[in-house]
């Protein structure tokens, strides 16, 4: 017997260890980044830190595209650190320069890297923005909540900008595909209703770009939690993010649409060096530890034979 209605997942696995990606959005598509991380796939993680709303996302890759860096004027001081607006807190620091520095090594690694993507990989978290002299910030840094403009996005707001920047990407980037999803965590600041509003907008969004483009393709991340695990054991502690066990559900579902029948084969051997190099060997000297590091240097060189015939570098 079923418990569960299973959503279904777009299939087109041509995502393999030879392919590039940019990963931007929320932070959930952080918890996606660190999977790809773990598995040695090659490319980018948030270059602007977690951002969740989609204004913010475009503002980020209009930058990538224009390789527009920072300048000691687009930052501003506030509780002894210096701030971006377009920037998570992450890259704050009391240092401008460290920040400036920080920052435009991104930009500069990203927009070298977007011509060549094979993936770019956006989740929109929420479709409310804050406005602070008339722009949308990625981050409020903790600046007072008297410095905001709140609003909600509407979906127009949303398509009017991301039509042009897909063409523009699209153009930039002859083979990328794109891959959006909407985060399944929960934005409960204005209540339950206010949360379906919110998701909705970005749906309803999402539905109009991948009607208008062929090369972008929706992962329901945030239907597969919502409609087909449908229960509070599936999410942490605090009830609006996804659990570890959800995260890994989601990655596993997502690797089953995209990844190559070759990748999905291998990402188990990883699996087991991960493992391996977690073990902790109670008495470094003896020879059953001895035993234990010549089987790891053993998995290693599958892992890495696999590694370098993708041209990517030990592990």
């Known amino acids: 017997m ?4 299973e959503v279904k997942t777009p299939v087109n696995k041509i995502f393999s260890h030879r392919s590039k990606y ?9 918890n996606m980044g660190e999977n790809l991380y773990k598995y040695r796939f090659e490319g980018i993680n948030n270059p602007f830190g977690i951002l969740f709303n989609p204004i913010s996302i475009a503002q980020g890759l209009e930058r990538i595209l224009d390789e527009k860096y920072l300048t000691l004027q687009d930052l501003f001081r506030h509780n002894g650190l210096w701030h971006s607006d377009l920037y998570h807190s992450a890259f ?26 094979d993936f770019l990989i956006i989740t929109f978290g929420s479709s409310w923005v804050y406005m602070r002299d008339g722009r949308v910030v990625a981050n409020c840094h903790k600046l007072p909540e ?5 609003k909600r996005l509407s979906v127009s707001d949303i398509v009017d900008v991301y039509k042009p920047l897909l063409d523009r990407i699209f153009r930039t980037a002859p083979e990328i595909k794109v891959i959006i999803s909407v985060s399944p965590v929960r934005y409960l600041r204005d209540g339950a209703v206010d949360n379906s509003l919110n ?6 969004a999402v539905e109009q770009l991948v009607k208008a483009f062929a090369r972008l393709t929706y992962f329901p991340a945030y239907e597969i939690l919502l409609d087909e695990l449908r229960d509070y054991r599936f999410y942490a502690d605090d009830m609006v993010h996804p659990s570890k066990m959800t995260q890994n559900i989601v990655w596993q579902r997502f690797a089953e649409s995209f990844f190559t029948d070759e990748t999905l084969d291998f990402l188990p051997q990883i699996d087991k060096l991960h493992k391996m190099l977690e073990h902790n060997t109670m008495h470094e000297a003896s020879d059953e530890a001895a035993v234990f590091k010549a089987r790891i240097e053993s998995q290693k060189s ?7 015939a993708c041209c990517l570098m030990d592990f």
Request: charge should be positive; glycine fraction near 2%; include cysteine.
């Open 146 to 150: 008297n410095n905001f403009v709140r």
């Open 302 to 308: 599958i892992v890495n034979k696999y590694l370098n």
């Open 92 to 117: 704050s620091d009391a240092d401008p320069q460290i920040v400036l520095d920080r920052a435009n090594r991104q930009i500069a690694d990203a927009h070298n890297i977007l011509p060549k993507t």
């Open 22 to 30: 940019m990963l931007l959005g929320s932070c959930f598509a952080e």
């Open 2 to 5: 079923k418990f569960t209605t």
């Open 199 to 204: 998701k909705a907008t970005l749906l309803l």
